[in-house]
């Protein structure tokens, strides 16, 4: 062993350069993975991003507009895409405690192009020529297949019907209670299963821009207490 010259201190035993060299790259490492955060989901690249077809390639002018606005269309900010005036026949069943009603607040605005009567790029002033059909028509063949919507969803429909969980206290999965994250003033709409601008709940699960997976039945074990 050299002896150490003066000033100089000997390396401890067993820290070689080589693993402290790779102690040091992998701390750097993780400082750089720690400080990149997720990219937020966006509409942009989702199943409703329609710019493909519009002259400017906006997104969000085929249902919102900043000016000229429809505002007589309630719970539609700054809407700006006709609103489908069909009435429908909607599920019913021996086993349903809950009464549907025609599809209202987001479930109409929703089916103002699923329904397959109003053509997606009807916004503004313009007439469309891009209808949806197929399985995207939801509303086509009406609604009696369909798990029904715009109906009341509160704690005594849950003890009336007995196999619903309490919305008020059960959870969402998503952080809140059902009531909070899913419903519409107790409502239960398209929305409360699809997220339209693909928030991060959707975009997550990347399925029909459902909030909930359909893994293992989770989506309707969500709320149906089976």
Same mark, same amino acid.
């Given at each position: 062993?050299?002896?150490?010259?003066?000033? =100089?201190?000997?390396?401890?035993?067993?820290? $070689?350069?080589?693993?402290?060299?790779?102690?040091?790259?992998?701390?750097?490492?993780?400082?750089?993975?720690?400080?990149?955060?997720?990219?937020?989901? &966006?509409?942009?690249?989702?199943?409703?991003?329609?710019?493909?077809?519009?002259?400017?390639?906006?997104? *969000?002018?085929?249902?919102?507009?900043?000016?000229?606005?429809?505002?007589?269309?309630?719970?539609? $900010?700054?809407?700006?895409?006709?609103?489908?005036?069909?009435?429908?026949?909607?599920?019913?069943?021996?086993?349903?405690?809950?009464?549907?009603?025609?599809?209202?607040?987001?479930?109409?605005? *929703?089916?103002? *192009?699923?329904?397959?009567?109003?053509?997606?790029?009807?916004?503004?002033?313009?007439?469309?020529?891009?209808?949806?059909? /197929?399985?995207?028509?939801?509303?086509?063949?009406?609604?009696?297949?369909?798990?029904?919507?715009?109906? &009341?969803?509160?704690?005594?429909?849950?003890?009336?019907?007995?196999?619903?969980?309490? $919305?008020?206290?059960? $959870?969402?999965?998503?952080? /809140?209670?059902i009531a909070q994250d899913l419903l519409f003033n107790n409502q239960l709409e398209c929305a409360s299963c699809h997220d339209v601008h693909n928030?991060?709940?959707?975009?997550?699960?990347?399925?029909?821009?459902?909030?909930? &997976?359909?893994? =293992?039945?989770?989506?309707?074990? &969500?709320?149906?207490?089976?």
């Amino acid at each position: 062993m050299k002896p150490l010259r003066k000033g =100089q201190r000997r390396r401890p035993a067993g820290r $070689p350069r080589r693993m402290i060299t790779g102690l040091l790259l992998a701390a750097a490492i993780a400082v750089v993975l720690l400080s990149v955060q997720p990219a937020p989901a &966006t509409i942009r690249g989702s199943a409703h991003d329609f710019s493909g077809v519009d002259p400017e390639q906006q997104i *969000c002018i085929f249902c919102h507009t900043t000016h000229n606005a429809d505002t007589t269309v309630t719970d539609a $900010p700054l809407w700006n895409h006709d609103v489908t005036t069909k009435n429908y026949q909607v599920y019913n069943s021996p086993s349903l405690d809950a009464t549907p009603g025609q599809p209202a607040g987001a479930s109409r605005l *929703c089916l103002s *192009c699923h329904d397959g009567t109003i053509a997606v790029d009807s916004y503004g002033d313009r007439t469309g020529v891009i209808f949806l059909g /197929g399985d995207a028509a939801i509303g086509a063949d009406e609604l009696t297949n369909d798990h029904p919507v715009s109906f &009341t969803y509160d704690d005594s429909l849950a003890v009336q019907d007995g196999e619903l969980f309490l $919305p008020s206290s059960a $959870p969402s999965g998503m952080g /809140g209670t059902i009531a909070q994250d899913l419903l519409f003033n107790n409502q239960l709409e398209c929305a409360s299963c699809h997220d339209v601008h693909n928030g991060p709940a959707a975009a997550a699960v990347n399925d029909h821009l459902l909030t909930v &997976t359909q893994v =293992q039945s989770q989506l309707c074990l &969500t709320c149906h207490n089976k």
